[in-house]
């Protein structure tokens, strides 16, 4: 029998980052299904989804929790894996003039309409004919079935003039 694990890493960027927390998770049997991973400002983040024998699970933990001391920082909580209501996905893309608290706003009103998070992705880029900075989201989200999608675009719309929302349904 399998455990599903997740696994967060932080650490200073540096060649082989990948490569080390693959070797581990190798020895101990894992198996390395889903990852989101960046570099950003000098330092490597990462999400990851393995599954390891329910043997395994305290040796990794241990040999893991081993590695901060080469300066990596990972956390594992182990996967309920519950079964969630069924939830409607939508594609959700923003674009404004980027300020204080644009995340904190959209996200209010995300929560408000009962809407989940289940991926984010974020940047900021100089707008074209002028130095100010462009907010850009894109973001997948679940929907429970009484979700009002009309409602949560007219809600983010409201946020301000300058934004521009597009929901598209995923098939």
Do not use: Y
Request: aromatic share 2%.
């Amino acid at each position: 029998m399998t455990i599903p694990l997740i696994l967060t890493v932080i650490s200073a960027d540096k060649p082989g980052l990948v490569e080390s927390l693959a070797q581990v998770i190798t020895r101990h049997g894992g198996n390395w299904l889903d990852s989101r991973m960046a570099r950003m400002a000098g330092q490597f983040a990462g999400i990851l989804r393995v599954d390891v024998p329910a043997a395994q699970v305290e040796a990794l933990r241990t040999e893991l929790e081993n590695m901060s001391s080469g300066g990596m920082n990972i956390q594992l909580a182990v996967s309920s894996q519950a079964d969630d209501q069924p939830m409607a996905t939508l594609m959700l893309s923003l674009v404004g003039n980027d300020r204080p608290g644009i995340v904190h706003e959209v996200s209010a009103v995300l929560a408000r309409h009962g809407v989940n998070v289940e991926q984010l992705d974020t940047s900021c880029e100089p707008a074209p004919m002028s130095a100010d900075l462009l907010f850009r989201a894109n973001a997948r989200l679940g929907l429970l079935p009484q979700t009002d999608a009309d409602a949560l675009r007219a809600d983010l719309e409201n946020l301000a003039d300058d934004l521009m929302v597009e929901l598209n349904d995923v098939p």
